[in-house]
């Protein structure tokens, strides 16, 4: 083999060489991921912002359904932003809600009566709307009416917060009443209170001021 020879096989050699490590190191680049991909990869998307509920406000409503005076009641009670009056609905966010009572038929007299002591007592509730009752209250002894009072009431403002919790003189067990209080004539230490429900064949009367209400027994539907 002459000098040229040897000198070609070298020079192919060298090449050959060049070239493999050439393709390994593109080979290598191409595998290996960009600083770029890896920060897309590894950074997740920022999540949407969540959606906003929608307000609602307790608009005027008709007052063949609430009275004026409730409704003023109802707005400074709540004192939020988000809540809502559909139907006979009282919608405090979106998963709490209470119905306004309506137990008692509309626009139909109730009598409720009670005895004790040798007094009968007796309650004649007429539902108006969801808010409003009017109401007889009278006591009598002998046939002789000892107290007699009628008027209008209005649902405690506050009812969606909790019932009011009297006991039954009769079984001594407690019930769920809503409160009534009198709107005309207004009375001071007055109230109507009927059950809720099952219970709403029950009825009281808390009228501290008037001597012949005192003590009186829980009243029953007739």
């Known amino acids: 083999m002459n000098f040229n020879s040897l000198f070609t096989s070298a020079l192919l050699l060298g090449l050959l060489a060049t070239a493999c490590t050439s393709n390994k190191s593109l080979e290598q680049e191409q595998a290996q991921p960009s600083a770029e991909k890896i920060n897309q990869e590894v950074v997740a998307p920022a999540a949407a912002p969540a959606a906003r509920k929608p307000t609602y406000r307790l608009a005027a409503l008709d007052t063949a359904h609430f009275s004026p005076s409730f409704i003023r009641g109802l707005k400074e009670s709540i004192q939020r932003e988000s809540y809502a009056v559909r139907g006979k609905w009282l919608i405090l966010s979106d998963t709490d809600s209470i119905a306004f009572p309506a137990d008692l038929p509309e626009q139909q007299p109730i009598t409720y009566t009670g005895a004790a002591q040798g007094r009968t007592y007796q309650l004649t509730v007429t539902r108006q709307n969801y808010s409003t009752i009017r109401y007889t209250a009278e006591v009598k002894q002998a046939s002789k009416s000892l107290a007699r009072t009628t008027g209008t009431a209005d649902l405690n403002p506050s009812f969606y917060t909790a019932a009011e919790v009297p006991v039954d003189t009769k079984?001594?067990?407690?019930?769920?009443?809503?409160?009534?209080?009198?709107?005309?004539?207004?009375?001071?230490?007055?109230?109507?209170?009927?059950g809720i429900g099952k219970d709403a064949d029950k009825a009281e009367i808390y009228a501290s001021d008037i001597a012949a209400w005192r003590n009186a027994p829980t009243l029953r539907r007739k």
């Open 171 to 194: 079984t001594q067990t407690a019930y769920g009443a809503y409160e009534f209080l009198p709107t005309t004539p207004r009375q001071q230490n007055f109230a109507v209170l009927i």
